[in-house]
């Protein structure tokens, strides 16, 4: 076997292998892989195909390629798809909702701190046991369809930041292990909303204040209630919970509580979208027993509905 066949062997081999191991390179400085994005949603190459014919000639059907680029998993039931822009009466009866009956399984850190990505799953509508999509009537001409469909699914993101207590000063000329008058770096879970600028200082004797920034990264939709709710009470409202192994924490937007539900808002007022929550909220030592000083994770976990959608152009042609 000459050197030339022995580097292409060998450069398919390691195409192979790297298309069966689904991992990014470890970062084990952090607990979680991170990104902005939650379910990506494509319409599969030729479903529907781009142009068909009128007079029931053509019939298609529709497929949606669904891949979880974040960190949270989907869970049966917890997802679905409303295909709108064109109608029954037009395109036959197919169901035009689905809720999704398989899990969309987010990415994950092995032990090793690699990143696994999950597996991608598709949704076909018109397919095999439904009736296919077809134009069922004559047109004057050929006649462009507009088709969106709508994702929308439970989703959650999960935040962590190294926290500094101090139950009493630093002594004298003693440097301190940790700042209580800092901002801290967060570790944010894969998904379309983060926590940001995370700040903390002396909030009174046995008091230590913090403040952070609820953001929405992504460019969908967020909300309460049920899926696809688009309901002005249900608009741009997130569930958060703050919670830390050692302390109490209360927080003044969640009630003096330390888990509520938040309304999204803007600093910036000229800006139409709601993108944006500050938070402020207080972590109690007065129970803290032990170590003069240390840190600790505070973690917040963020859950909401999040919808978002892919469109796409069908031509309906005439056949004369």
Do not use: W
Not at 230 to 243: D, E, I, L, P, T
Request: aromatic share 8%; charged share 20%.
């Amino acid at each position: 076997m000459n050197d030339k066949r022995v580097y292409v062997l060998l450069l398919v081999l390691v195409v192979f292998l790297a298309g069966c191991t689904r991992t990014t390179p470890a970062n084990s400085g952090t607990p979680f892989c991170g990104g902005i994005d939650g379910i990506e949603m494509k319409f599969v190459e030729g479903s529907p195909p781009q142009e068909v014919f009128d007079n029931s000639q053509f019939p298609f059907d529709m497929t949606l390629r669904l891949f979880n680029k974040g960190e949270h998993n989907v869970l049966p039931g917890e997802a679905k798809i409303e295909l709108s822009g064109i109608s029954s009466i037009d395109f036959g009866g197919p169901p035009y909702t689905k809720i999704i009956a398989e899990p969309i399984t987010g990415k994950h850190k092995d032990q090793n701190g690699n990143c696994v990505d999950g597996d991608p799953i598709l949704v076909t509508f018109g397919g095999p046991g439904e009736e296919a999509f077809k134009y069922k009537h004559s047109l004057p001409g050929n006649t462009k369809f507009s088709l969106r469909a709508d994702l929308c699914y439970s989703y959650s993101t999960n935040s962590t930041v190294q926290f500094c207590i101090q139950r009493e000063l630093p002594r004298f000329n003693q440097e301190p292990t940790c700042k209580v008058t800092d901002t801290k770096p967060v570790s944010n879970s894969g998904a379309p909303l983060h926590i940001e600028n995370f700040k903390q200082s002396p909030g009174g004797e046995y008091k230590i204040a913090f403040s952070f920034d609820v953001v929405r990264k992504g460019t969908g939709a967020v909300h309460s209630g049920t899926l696809c709710d688009s309901s002005f009470q249900a608009r741009n409202k997130v569930h958060v919970k703050v919670f830390s192994r050692v302390g109490a924490i209360s927080c003044t937007s969640l009630r003096g509580g330390n888990e509520g539900d938040i309304l999204l808002t803007d600093n910036d007022k000229s800006s139409k979208t709601l993108n944006r929550r500050n938070m402020n909220c207080i972590l109690d030592t007065t129970g803290i027993r032990g170590e003069r000083e240390f840190e600790t994770p505070v973690n917040i976990e963020l859950s909401y509905n999040y919808k978002q959608h892919e469109d796409i152009d069908i031509l309906v042609k005439h056949l004369g």
